[in-house]
């Protein structure tokens, strides 16, 4: 299984991005996927997850109704569209994958058996 994820780049602050995680390998389907950041000199920290199957989203409080999460089962992509970005979203963005991931440790690392490379986003101010 591989992630492969994209769309980073510079954006205002206000602006919006959408990131995609594309998994090859296998279909997202039974997953839990999720996106982790990693700010510079800062520790890895859970941004959001989706429940592929049942379509349950999950977001860390400040993310809470600026984010959205959604999937193509189609393209076997998980979007995760950032709205209102603040310079504090500036990080490296991971996706990763796992089957049965209970809700508990939904943002938890450990959780998740797959990840794929960070796509880096910048917000300026």
């Known amino acids: 299984v591989q992630l492969q994820a994209s769309g980073g780049g510079l954006v205002q602050a206000g602006g919006s991005l959408r990131l995609s995680c594309v998994a090859s390998g296998t279909t997202f389907a039974g997953y839990t996927v999720a996106w982790f950041r990693q700010a510079p000199g800062k520790e890895r920290d859970f941004v959001g997850a989706i429940k592929i199957n049942a379509g349950y989203t999950y977001f860390r409080e400040s993310v809470k109704g600026r984010f959205t999460l959604s999937r193509d089962n189609a393209k076997n992509t998980v979007y995760l569209q950032m709205n209102s970005v603040r310079p504090e979203d500036t990080a490296a963005y991971h996706c990763?994958?796992?089957?049965?991931?209970?809700?508990?440790?939904?943002?938890?690392?450990?959780?998740?058996?797959?990840w794929g490379q960070g796509t880096l986003v910048t917000v300026s101010s």
């Open positions: 990763a994958a796992s089957r049965s991931v209970i809700q508990s440790n939904i943002p938890t690392e450990a959780a998740y058996a797959y």
